[in-house]
Nanobody
Framework: QLQLVESGGGLVQLGGSLRLSCAAS????????IGWFRQAPGKEREGVSC????????NYADSVKGRFTISRENAKNTVYLQMNSLKSEDAAIYYC?????????????????WGQGTQVTVSS
């Protein structure tokens, strides 16, 4: 069964950090661009960051530039999203997704596989 599983979400204080993981099973991520997305209540899903299949190129939404870092470890079939200096507006359900293409674009939502999401809550 092909699936993506996110983990690492939780409750964090304002200004804190979290690292999200996206692990694939049933297929290898080597040939897939991976994106992280988020959706807050009452809002549309938005792209946060993405990384190309080789890990050589990354893309970030303006709202997270300088605070979030995406990386991949193909040997572990896992992609990470390090989130620092978290703000209240970062609270959302975070999803990872895989697209069978080399390049990524944080504004594209056409991905082949999606995870179930992990909740990130930021407390003040």
């Amino acid at each position: 069964q092909l699936q993506l599983v996110e983990s690492g979400g939780g409750l964090v204080q304002l200004g804190g950090s979290l690292r999200l993981s996206c692990a694939a099973s049933g297929f290898t991520l080597d040939y897939y661009a991976i994106g992280w997305f988020r959706q807050a209540p009452g809002k549309e899903r938005e792209g946060v960051s993405c990384i190309n299949s080789r890990g050589a190129s990354t893309n970030y939404a303006d709202s997270v530039k300088g605070r979030f870092t995406i990386s991949r470890e193909n040997a572990k079939n896992t992609v990470y999203l390090q989130m620092n200096s978290l703000k209240s507006e970062d609270a959302a359900i975070y999803y990872c997704a895989a697209a069978r293409r080399m390049f990524c674009d944080v504004n594209r939502l056409d991905y082949d596989y999606w995870g179930q999401g992990t909740q990130v809550t930021v407390s003040s």
